[in-house]
């Protein structure tokens, strides 16, 4: 299945996620600061398919790690799915930001799995 992400600070969030993910059977690695999200990304070998991304972490704002995923070439076709409850900002995140989908906070597991599901078919992958 697919290689996500979880660029998120609340700890019980990422508990929920991971769990609901990886029993879809995806590969999950949770990240909690901007700055952690930067360097998993430089140094990763297997970059993620997606990256479900909060934008109010601890240090920068997601909008640098998105940045940063947008401007490096070998993240080009990885996915960002930002989860914000800064509803204000999702018109921005698509159009200036470069994010491929904004998901206002609470995002149900449905919702989640469909846009996940969206995302991970078109890479000839299906979410159970």
């Not at 204000?88 to 995140?93: E, I, S």
Request: charged share 20%; aromatic share 6%; hydrophobic share 45%.
């Amino acid at each position: 299945m697919s290689k996500i992400m979880i660029v998120e600070d609340d700890l019980d969030l990422c508990e929920t996620y991971t769990d609901f993910l990886e029993a879809a059977g995806h590969t999950v690695k949770v990240i909690t600061s901007s700055a952690q999200a930067i360097d998993a990304l430089i140094r990763e070998r297997n970059v993620p398919d997606l990256v479900i991304l909060d934008m109010n972490l601890p240090g920068e704002s997601g909008i640098v790690v998105l940045g940063f995923i947008r401007r490096l070439p070998r993240l080009h076709n990885t996915k960002v799915i930002i989860v914000s409850g800064y509803v204000d900002m999702a018109n921005r995140a698509i159009a200036e930001w470069g994010a491929d989908l904004f998901l206002p906070k609470p995002v149900s597991l449905e919702k989640l799995r469909t846009s996940i599901g969206t995302f991970t078919s078109q890479n000839n992958v299906v979410m159970q």
